[in-house]
């Protein structure tokens, strides 16, 4: 059975930090490249950033590069996300993505508010 567990998620301050973590199971880990996703009230779901199977290419999107840094251990079947500098408009549920060719498998998102 495939499980992707996103945690880490909450409310924080404008400028403040998170820390989001994802621990997969069911699958290879070590195949998929993996990413996060976010969705915004009334918006669509957009890419945040995404790093190989092998964890050495690393792609962010641009409005969050320099603030938030994805990162993966495949020896613990865990990917992370560190989110520093936050702005309200980052404000969103997060998802955990693994894919390979065309499969997808997703978590079932945590929010993370941003507001004083």
């Known amino acids: 059975q495939v499980q992707l567990v996103e945690s880490g998620g909450g409310l924080v301050q404008p400028g403040g930090s998170l820390r989001l973590s994802c621990a997969a199971s069911?699958?290879?880990?070590?195949?998929?490249?993996m990413s996060w996703y976010r969705q915004a009230p009334g918006k669509e779901r957009e890419l945040v950033a995404r790093i190989n199977s092998a964890g050495n290419i690393k792609n962010c999107a641009e409005s969050m590069k320099g603030r938030f840094t994805i990162s993966r251990d495949n020896a613990k079947n865990t990917m992370a996300l560190q989110m520093n500098s936050l702005k309200p408009e980052d404000t969103a549920v997060y998802y955990c993505?693994?894919?390979?060719?065309?499969?997808?498998?997703w978590g079932q998102g945590t929010q993370v508010t941003v507001s004083s």
């Open positions: 993505n693994a894919n390979a060719r065309l499969v997808n498998y």
């Open positions: 069911g699958f290879t880990f070590s195949s998929y490249a």
